[in-house]
């Protein structure tokens, strides 16, 4: 299903653990265009839980989440 | 949207490297959360961010149950157990991938975490404005009041 997301920009946050994947996350959806696709990626089991609340919090949309082996993949929309 | 941003206050009151963490921690998250964060540095917590110190923080095993590796309280009392203590603490934080103190604070600079020396703390351990890292601002319980009496958080570490 909608694997025809465009993803304007990738962020690896693989090997990272809290609070560096959303801070990161926040600081790279900044240099993109509202309307723009960033996937991020991470091996951190509490980026689930953090990534909704930060989407949450943010008002950025989390539009899907991927997970192989033990990489997430967090497809978020600047959404302001 | 010219909605008030959420804002969270944190007091930083211990100087060993577990306690270091929590505020830190929690203020870059709020950062990347777009909210606003400060936190207020005071009488051993002052030692985070003296530039002298904040790499050299450490660990008590003394009192402290809850180490991974239990340590009986006559034995944590011994010299170089609480540097043994440290060291081993550093090696999993490490192994984990956790971000040091110090990259946390650039972290914090970075993403514009109000970060206040109290000034009372730095007379009484004769701490110098120059001991603290970059981007400190110094000022008494009445600076940190002013802060936290809009905050949505306000917490004490």
Same mark, same amino acid.
């Given at each position: ?80 | ?49 003296? =530039? ?42 490490? =192994? ?31 701490? =110098? =404005? ?28």
């Amino acid at each position: 299903m909608a694997e025809d997301i465009k993803v304007d920009s990738t962020l690896d946050c693989k090997g990272l653990v809290c609070p560096e994947p959303i801070v990161k996350t926040n600081i790279a959806i900044k240099k993109l265009q509202v309307g723009q696709v960033l996937v991020m990626e991470s091996t951190d089991a509490g980026a689930t839980s953090d990534m909704h609340s930060w989407a949450k919090r943010t008002g950025h949309q989390l539009l899907k989440e991927e997970a192989s082996g033990n990489v997430l993949k967090f497809y978020v929309k600047k959404m302001k | 949207m010219t909605e008030k941003p959420k804002r969270i206050a944190l007091i930083a009151s211990k100087g060993t490297l577990d306690m270091a963490y929590p505020p830190l921690i929690l203020a870059t998250a709020a950062i990347a959360m777009d909210m606003e964060a400060g936190i207020f540095f005071t009488f051993y917590g002052l030692d985070i961010i003296n =530039k002298h110190k904040y790499n050299y923080l450490k660990v008590p095993p003394l009192g402290n149950p809850a180490m991974p590796v239990p340590m009986p309280n006559i034995l944590g009392a011994l010299p170089g157990m609480t540097a043994m203590a440290t060291m081993m603490m550093k090696s999993w934080m490490s =192994k984990a991938n956790v971000a040091s103190i110090p990259k946390l604070l650039d972290m914090a600079r970075e993403g514009g975490v109000r970060m206040i020396g109290c000034q009372m703390t730095m007379d009484v351990m004769g701490v =110098k =404005k120059e001991d603290l890292i970059d981007g400190i601002e110094i000022g008494g319980a009445a600076t940190f009041l002013d802060f936290a009496v809009d905050a949505n958080i306000s917490l004490f570490v």
